[in-house]
């Protein structure tokens, strides 16, 4: 099974701060076939599902704001929130969907607080 | 616009078994993967199954295989998931979502909490 761990489990940053949430899967999640990494970044606001965020590592779901972005390849991913606003204070999932037969694993979540 | 709303949660006593319910609308149903994913009070999200668009791929999450079903009823825009022989470890809030091209999760319910105790 493939492994996603995520760092750091939680995460303090001030109004206006870059926000950076890492994750590594224990293998790649790479399909060369496709030229696709098999990643998702989904966002859990308390007491609400999660919402995703972004997919393929770095498409934008729409209406998530810019300031959203995704990156990275292989088996290292990180999201990164560019301008930290209130509303973000959430906790992050990662998601791989790349094994066979289609196994979905989550991260175990990095929880984002302002500070 | 998607809607997801799942049901059948509450309280069950171990070893009892519940049938969770999940309607679907707003988009075409039958051309969708569906899938269960649940999170225990405090804890992260854990995926539990998926099922194809005409059921013929049906998968589990490999700690959980042989108490789950899951199943879908493409007539009635509904998916489920049965679990046997319940434990106090599948407390959980139960989310149905759906997969985008088989792959990751776009639209979510908001749930359906089930509480196993005596």
């Known amino acids: 099974d493939i492994v996603m761990t995520q760092s750091p489990d939680s995460l303090a940053v001030s109004l206006g701060e870059r926000a950076t949430i890492n994750c590594k899967s224990s293998?790649?999640?790479?399909?060369?076939?496709?030229?696709?990494?098999?990643l998702a970044w989904y966002q859990q606001k308390p007491g609400q599902p999660p919402k995703l965020l972004v997919y393929w590592a770095s498409t934008r779901e729409s209406g998530v704001p810019d300031r959203f972005s995704g990156s990275g390849s292989g088996t290292d991913f990180t999201l990164t929130i560019s301008s930290l606003q209130a509303e973000d204070v959430a906790v992050y999932y990662c998601q791989q969907y790349y094994s066979t037969p289609l196994m979905h694993t989550f991260g175990q979540g990095t929880k984002l607080e302002i500070k | 616009e998607v809607h997801l709303v799942e049901s059948g949660g509450g309280l069950v006593k171990p070893g009892g078994t519940l049938r969770l319910s999940c309607a679907a609308s707003g988009f075409p149903f039958n051309s969708y993967t569906m899938n269960w994913v649940r999170q225990a009070p405090g804890k992260g999200l854990e995926w539990v199954s998926s099922?194809?668009?005409?059921?013929?791929?049906?998968y589990y999450a490999d700690s959980l295989k042989g108490r789950f079903t899951i199943s879908r009823d493409n007539a009635k825009n509904s998916l489920y998931l049965q679990i046997n022989t319940v434990r106090a470890e599948d407390t959980a809030v139960y989310f149905c979502?759906?997969?985008?091209?088989?792959?990751?999760?776009?639209?979510w319910g908001q749930g359906t909490l089930v509480t196993v105790s005596s």
């Open positions: 293998q790649s999640v790479f399909h060369s076939s496709t030229n696709k990494n098999y």
């Open positions: 099922i194809s668009i005409s059921s013929t791929h049906i």
């Open positions: 979502a759906r997969a985008m091209a088989g792959y990751y999760f776009d639209s």
